[in-house]
């Protein structure tokens, strides 16, 4: 009897842990978008762009930078400068995010491309992170797969830099959309299951799922429905 209840007692301990864990990781998405957000602005205000110069150093640098960014994340993930880098990081990536935000306001029809995809990007979000919350089912297999998929992506993508192969920049985007797409199921599932405890580190994964996601429709809208005036 005693055993039965100090097994439903720990139970009920992981699940209340585990929706806290998920609880935070939505608040801290949530203000993950303001410093990205401002980096944006900041970047369409001054035209910055990173990619101006050799793209392959560019591509190398900003690596570099981001790799740099999420190491440090995962090392202070137990503290506030954990989280104070993550919005670090999400700034930088929010002046990266303007290049592209640049190039689609040159179309006629660039804010509402860019509104389609940040609404298809939401739906997206929310339609699997809802099934990752509610579905019994483990989707911690998807891990490997997922993850060769990204290394074949950024090969593919590294690749294209000396090539410029408009065909494969879109299978490139369409590759990311899924990818991505299918890392929200994965790492949203990661926390219901307890696989993933901190909040600041569920984040960052999140927050790069749903960027990724973001520019990849981007970049695919503008292809098929871009206008030019």
């Known amino acids: ?3 039965n209840f100090e097994i439903a007692r720990q139970g009920a301990t992981v699940a209340t842990q585990q929706n806290r864990v998920l609880r935070n990781t939505y ?21 910055f762009s ?9 591509f190398v640098l900003f690596m570099g930078i981001a790799f740099g960014f999420m190491w440090g994340i995962e090392k ?18 929010g002046l990266m995010l303007s290049r592209i935000l640049q190039f689609a306001l040159g179309f006629a029809n660039g804010g509402s491309m860019i509104a389609l995809a940040a609404g298809g990007t ?25 993850f060769a998929g990204v290394i074949l992506v950024l090969l593919a993508a590294l690749a294209n ?3 410029q192969i408009p065909a494969l920049s879109l299978a490139i985007s369409a590759a ?28 960052l994964a ?24």
């Open 50 to 58: 990173f990619f101006a110069g050799s793209p392959l150093i560019s």
């Open 27 to 47: 608040m801290l998405l949530g203000l993950s978008m303001v410093p990205t957000v401002l980096g944006a602005l900041a970047g369409i205000q001054m035209g």
């Open 161 to 163: 830099i000396f090539f």
């Open 1 to 3: 009897m005693n055993t």
């Open 76 to 93: 202070n993930k137990d503290s506030g400068l954990g989280v104070a880098l993550l919005l670090g990081f999400t700034f930088f990536m």
């Open 176 to 203: 990311v959309v899924g990818i991505f797409s299918a890392y929200i199921l994965y790492d949203i599932n990661r926390i219901v299951q307890g696989g993933e405890t901190n909040y600041v580190t569920a984040t």
């Open 122 to 146: 939401g739906a997206i979000f929310f339609v699997l992170s809802s099934i990752a919350a509610t579905s019994k089912r483990d989707f911690s297999g998807m891990g490997k797969f997922l």
């Open 206 to 229: 999140v927050y790069l799922d749903v960027y990724n996601v973001f520019v990849g429709l981007l970049q695919l809208i503008m292809a098929f429905t871009g206008e030019r005036d």
